[in-house]
């Protein structure tokens, strides 16, 4: 069994910067892709990075250039660093690690943009 657990989430005024880090814990072995997904009130939950286990990285095109995503794969952990944080981006973040053609997602941290 593989738990996700993501941390960080925040209240940040605009223009400000958070980190966010997932650890994937238990039968955890051979972890593929790690990802960041995040879901506003009544929006679909959206894709925002990936990152694969040779540290290949994409982005969507909304936080491009503003969030970066790393991972530590001794420690089984991915992290989001948040930068010019913006309104538009407050939502529920969740990350999702694909291992062994399964999908794992944790239970997701909160991240409110507001002055």
């Known amino acids: 069994q593989v738990h996700m657990v993501e941390s960080g989430g925040d209240l940040v005024q605009p223009g400000g910067s958070l980190k966010l880090s997932c650890v994937a814990s238990?039968?955890?072995?051979?972890?593929?892709?790690m990802g960041w997904y995040r879901q506003a009130p009544g929006k679909k939950r959206e894709w925002i990075a990936t990152i694969t286990s040779r540290g290949t990285t994409n982005y969507a095109d909304s936080v491009k250039g503003r969030f970066t995503i790393s991972r530590d794969n001794a420690k089984n952990t991915v992290y989001l660093q948040m930068n010019s944080l913006k309104p538009e981006d407050t939502a529920a973040y969740y990350c999702?690690?694909?291992?062994?053609?399964?999908?794992?997602w944790g239970q997701g941290t909160q991240v409110t943009v507001s002055s």
């Open positions: 999702n690690a694909m291992i062994l053609g399964d999908g794992y």
């Open positions: 238990g039968i955890v072995f051979s972890i593929n892709a």
